[in-house]
């Protein structure tokens, strides 16, 4: 049973640090996403790559979020410096270039104090 | 402004009755729409899909409509079950290379 498996599940960190998020899509899937959820905005997508190039981060704040794909089994997204206001769930997602479904994984919950 | 807009109060509805979801949208042309249940502390699942020349889409006992005049689609769940509470998001194909915008979800509980 294909999954998209998402490190670490819950991160509780201090304002100032910095956190990396990993993502491994489904094997075989090209097109790897990231959301992030919280009770006020909902699920928002951030960023998102095909075959492993950017295709659209203007959903996420540049100054300091980033996000890479250094090859096709694993996605991370880093914040640097981290403030309270990061705190929700992230989401990775993956699917195939052509196809509509996204494939979720289970989110890491980041609490930044 | 764009908008996606489910009702953000809980539907409560007693097993064995129908379960209607509503998502309407504002300034957006979505060649397609999709709905994904969200269990508590999981990521959201797919469950259907429906193109902008469809207007309804079955699966087991999920109904989805979608009309494109009305900028409104509609999910039904027939013979709702406790097993069936969860949060239902809608979400739309707003982009090319499978882009999609998503409503805040209803939560729907089912009590016996």
């Known amino acids: 049973d294909a999954r998209v498996t998402q490190t670490p599940r819950h991160k509780v960190t201090e304002m100032g640090q910095e956190v990396t998020m990993r993502c491994q899509p489904i094997?075989?899937?090209?097109?790897v996403f990231w959301y992030r959820q919280t009770m006020m905005q909902g699920l928002e997508l951030l960023a998102y790559?095909?075959?492993?190039?950017?295709?659209?981060d203007s959903g996420m704040p540049k100054d300091r979020f980033s996000a890479e794909m250094p090859d096709a089994t694993l996605a991370t997204l880093k914040i640097q410096p981290s403030e309270p206001r990061d705190s929700a769930v992230y989401f990775c997602a993956s699917g195939i270039a052509g196809g509509d479904t996204q494939y979720f994984g289970p989110g890491t919950r980041l609490t930044v104090l | 402004s764009q908008k996606i807009e489910q009702n953000s109060e809980a539907l409560n509805i007693q097993e064995g009755k129908t379960a209607t979801l509503t998502c309407n949208y504002t300034?957006?042309?979505?060649?397609?729409l999709q709905w994904y249940r969200q269990d508590p502390g999981r990521g959201p699942v797919f469950l259907l899909l429906i193109r902008e020349n469809e207007k309804e889409k079955r699966k087991e006992r999920l109904k989805v409509t979608f009309d494109t005049t009305l900028k409104q689609s509609l999910f039904h769940i027939t013979a709702s079950q406790p097993a069936d509470s969860a949060t239902y998001l809608c979400?739309?194909?707003?982009?090319?290379?499978?882009?999609?915008?998503f409503g805040t979800g209803t939560q729907l509980k089912v009590e016996l």
């Open positions: 790559f095909r075959n492993r190039a950017p295709l659209d």
């Open positions: 300034n957006y042309s979505p060649a397609y």
């Open positions: 979400a739309l194909a707003t982009g090319g290379g499978n882009k999609l915008t």
């Open positions: 094997l075989g899937h090209n097109t």
